[in-house]
């Protein structure tokens, strides 16, 4: 008898058990589908303009981090686990990776809608303060549609526009893999005039100012800020935190600009393209000052441009007149802007200077890049071109804690791992609704 009562417990408790467990997994899964659902449901919500909700009944509903990387760890990588990168080097170098050649890029975005669901363009969030803040992108590209496109996805948002100038000597493919792609979206556009672009000259420049000129004038867009990006770039902000870091700002611009004599041959005597080489070289001949008794600066050719001060820039007649003067000096692009910047008299919009009368260098918060001739800088664990540092593996647990906005440069071909990871770090930041860390940019604008 006391043997069949134990033998009957025991048969109830595992009954009740399996029934407890099978309970709590059905509810569990239903809790999994709603997620999902309301996930894409929220998501269609915010691209109509209507925000994001986070939570619901007391649920959190937001999306939970995901691994676009499986070969690896990226977690591990971005926290500088050593041995793990180690591995991660391992791994790609065994790997027998097949890119996306230009000609598939093109083939795919013939067919749009087969295009966003490959490249999953419904998978980020928008809210109510990015849509009152859109923002506008100059992309400057000469190859790889592959990685063209992987930008164009990290920093794309429905209510923001977008220019891409394709470099006229490229591949033609890259340019029909570009058209086919911006017939897919109402706010991509190629640019108007495309510039055969010869490196360190006025055209690298010219292709900027085409691209400003058609979002300034060719959209429907009242887009605040302005930034014109290199294709082998990345972003280190989701765009939710470049909005709130812009509303700090409140129309200053982030334009570098300093004065150095090191430079000075670039203005010294005028240069011009050399038709067998394709290469800029001076002339010999004296260049004439510049006009309006400007201070030449030097600076990046990279920024983040208020509306203000694009207006300026293609308007103003003080701003036209300096650029003409550039025309026929070395690698203008990095003198332009500068020098606009440099001379307070010439009136550009948005510019904070010092007490002493020059450019904040506090404000140059675009682009972080790590330069082989300057020292002290962070070691690169890439490669040195053109004396900038390739980003690789080691890069990326530095990258992630700066302060700039975009890190120059990529190769989606060299250690791909570090910008997979990269693309999948930026995914999951703009996945969750963590504060935003603001007091750097407060501290700037406020000193």
């Avoid at 809608?113 to 923002?135: A, C, G, M, W």
Wanted: some cysteine; overall charge positive.
């Amino acid at each position: 008898m006391i043997r069949k009562r134990r033998f009957t417990r025991a048969f109830l408790i595992s009954i009740f058990s399996i029934v407890f467990i099978v309970t709590i997994q059905t509810k569990f899964n239903i809790y999994k589908d709603v997620n999902h659902e309301l996930s894409v449901v929220f998501t269609t919500a915010a691209i109509k303009g209507k925000g994001f909700p986070t939570t619901t009944r007391g649920l959190d509903l937001r999306p939970k981090p995901k691994r676009l990387v499986h070969e690896v760890s990226c977690e591990q990588i971005i926290e500088g686990n050593k041995q793990h990168i180690s591995f991660a080097s391992n791994v790609s170098e065994s790997l027998d990776y097949k890119y996306l050649t230009d000609k598939d890029i093109r083939k795919l975005a013939q067919d749009c809608e087969k295009f966003l669901e490959i490249f999953d363009y419904n998978r980020f969030t928008v809210s109510q303060e990015e849509l009152d803040f859109p923002l506008a992108f100059s992309i400057i590209a000469h190859k790889d549609a592959v990685q063209i496109e992987m930008l164009l996805r990290a920093i794309y948002r429905p209510h923001n526009v977008y220019c891409i100038h394709v470099d006229r000597s490229s591949d033609s493919f890259v340019l029909d893999a570009m058209k086919a792609i911006s017939k897919c979206f109402s706010n991509v556009l190629i640019a108007s005039k495309l510039e055969d672009i010869i490196y360190e000259g006025y055209s690298r420049l010219q292709a900027d100012l085409n691209c400003m000129a058609d979002l300034l004038n060719k959209t429907d867009v009242d887009w605040k800020y302005l930034i014109n990006l290199p294709a082998q770039e990345y972003p280190l902000k989701t765009n939710a935190e470049i909005v709130k870091i812009f509303k700090i700002f409140n129309g200053t611009s982030s334009i570098e600009s300093i004065y150095h004599e090191g430079t000075h041959y670039r203005v010294n005597e005028t240069y011009r393209v050399n038709p067998k080489t394709l290469k800029m070289e001076g002339t010999g001949r004296q260049k004439d000052p510049p006009p309006y008794n400007t201070t030449v600066g030097k600076g990046s050719a990279y920024g983040a441009f208020s509306r203000r001060f694009v207006h300026f820039a293609l308007n103003d007649e003080r701003a036209q007149g300096v650029l003409q003067w550039t025309k026929d000096t070395f690698s203008p692009d990095e003198t332009f802007w500068a020098t606009l910047v440099m001379n307070k008299h010439l009136g550009a919009p948005g510019i904070k200077y010092t007490a002493s009368g020059i450019p904040d260098q506090s404000l140059w918060i675009t682009t972080s890049i790590t330069w082989k001739f300057i020292k002290p800088q962070p070691v690169c664990h890439g490669k040195y071109v053109r004396d900038v540092c390739v980003f690789g593996l080691g890069d990326l647990q530095r990258l992630v804690s700066v302060k700039e906005l975009f890190a120059n440069k990529f190769y989606h071909d060299y250690q791909p791992f570090a910008l997979k990871c990269m693309e999948e770090w930026l995914f999951n930041k703009s996945s969750t609704n963590l504060p935003s860390e603001l007091y750097y940019y407060r501290r700037i604008m406020e000193s």
